[in-house]
């Protein structure tokens, strides 16, 4: 019983920094991405308030991305890969 | 130097490659020859090699351990120790040794008439140390020279090899965002620092270092 819950704490903190920082990964290229979109559309215009606005909206459009809510699964699949093999090497 | 840097490589590459090799499942075709429960005792720093199957047994100095006695496909013999591995590591979360046990039971045949199996298991057989790898799991097969493909193996790799990979893009990412403007910015002002100290020091050589300034153009020193 100890070692289930030692293995469940320290699973569920290792897949919590795991989705921590692949969504700081993913926000950071998202912001990369937007920002050498923005340059290339507007040459020279590197400082302006539309920019930020472009920036902002395109942060909050990936907030509702599929891509973003897919990394919940970093947090999920661990236990379900955790269940199967419990299945595969007891019980099939 | 260049010594040192490779001896280095090559013991992180033995360690990391010798921790993957112990931990990742293989498979052997073997004919169970016999099982046997012998008491081990755990006391020495080979405990490492044993499992610790549940918490209590992590203070015992013995305790019995199922063997599975087989000859592999080249008619030498090998012994697997059957044990849980429960919640720790390795992560086969195997809690079936005695239904293992059984089966192997089950198997057990004669070099007449032998039955083969493949054993799953993780671990090395070392006689001096007495360390025995551990049955994960058995299964009969048609014969001795079926092929088995890794595919634990081959997923667990691809995906230790994409983990790698997006640790190293998430650094890169990390410097090229947050550290490589920092440096920037401190070598800026690096520079003015610099520059401003220039100008203080050709402020503060005033009359006397133009004197020796203009001296030093006698004995032909440019005049800086």
């Known amino acids: 019983m100890i070692g289930f819950l030692r293995l469940a704490i320290f699973g569920v903190l290792g897949a919590a920094v795991a989705y921590w920082a692949l969504l700081i990964y993913t926000r950071s290229t998202t912001r990369e991405r937007l920002e050498k979109d923005w340059a290339r559309a507007h040459p020279g215009e590197d400082d302006s308030p539309a920019r930020d606005a472009y920036i902002e909206a395109g942060l909050a459009g990936y907030e509702r991305s599929l891509r973003r809510k897919v990394l919940w699964l970093v947090l999920v699949l661990p236990a379900v890969v955790v269940g199967v093999l419990i299945y595969l090497v007891n019980y099939a | ?224």
Do not use: C
């Open chain 2, 1 to 224: 130097m260049k010594y040192v840097k490779w001896t280095l490589i090559a013991v992180i590459a033995l360690i990391v490659g010798g921790f993957l090799h112990y931990t990742l499942p293989q498979h052997d075709i073997v004919r169970v020859v016999n099982t046997y429960q012998e008491r081990q005792d755990l006391s020495d720093w080979t405990r490492i090699f044993w499992s610790q199957p549940d918490d209590q047994s992590g203070t015992l100095v013995n305790r019995d351990v199922q063997f599975i006695s087989t000859i592999q496909t080249n008619g030498k013999p090998m012994v697997y120790r059957n044990e849980d591995t429960g919640w720790r590591w390795p992560p086969y979360f195997k809690f079936d040794t005695a239904s293992l046990q059984t089966e192997a039971d089950d198997l057990k045949s004669s070099s007449e008439a032998p039955k083969w199996a493949v054993i799953t298991h993780y671990g090395w057989r070392n006689e001096l140390l007495s360390i025995f790898p551990n049955a994960v799991g058995i299964k009969p097969v048609a014969g001795p020279d079926v092929t088995i493909i890794p595919w634990v193996n081959i997923i667990l790799l691809t995906l230790l090899l994409v983990i790698v990979l997006t640790i190293r893009a998430m650094l890169r990412q990390f410097k090229e965002r947050s550290i490589d403007p920092v440096l920037e910015d401190v070598s800026e002002a690096w520079d003015e620092v610099e520059e401003r100290a220039d100008a203080a020091g050709d402020r503060a050589r005033g009359t006397w270092g133009r004197f020796t300034g203009w001296l030093g153009t006698w004995k032909g020193k440019p005049r800086g």
